[in-house]
């Protein structure tokens, strides 16, 4: 199976990014999909999480308002949608599985058992 995160790049503050991850080889409806950032010298940060099959969501405090979490169970796809970016939002983001239905924890990268390679975004002037 693989798990696959697009969509980085270089963003001035205050605009929009969209970063997609998708997921193949497993019956995509039985996880949840939890979206994590790494800045350099810092520890992997939970951002969002998503369980496409019945509509859960969470989000951190630092990006809840700006960004927002869409499922696409058709394309096996849950997209990250980051609008009124800033500079601290500047990091390697990733996106991981995980079974379970009720989200508990979900901003802990131990609870996840399968990671996707990351896409840098970057937001300067």
């Known amino acids: 199976f693989q798990l696959q995160a697009s969509g980085g790049g270089l963003v001035q503050p205050g605009g929009s990014l969209r970063l997609s991850c998708a997921g193949s080889?497993?019956?995509?409806?039985?996880?949840?999909i939890g979206w994590f950032r790494q800045a350099p010298g810092q520890e992997r940060e939970g951002v969002g999480y998503?369980?496409?099959?019945?509509?859960?969501?969470f989000y951190s405090a630092a990006v809840k308002g700006r960004f927002a979490l869409f499922g696409d169970s058709a394309k096996d796809t849950v997209d990250l949608q980051m609008n009124n970016l800033k500079p601290e939002d500047t990091a390697v983001y990733y996106c991981?599985?995980?079974?379970?239905?009720?989200?508990?924890?979900?901003?802990?990268?131990?609870?996840?058992?399968?990671w996707g390679r990351g896409t840098q975004v970057t937001v300067s002037s």
């Open positions: 998503l369980k496409s099959s019945t509509g859960l969501t």
């Open positions: 080889g497993f019956t995509f409806d039985d996880y949840a």
């Open positions: 991981a599985r995980r079974l379970g239905s009720r989200g508990s924890s979900w901003y802990l990268p131990l609870t996840y058992d399968s």
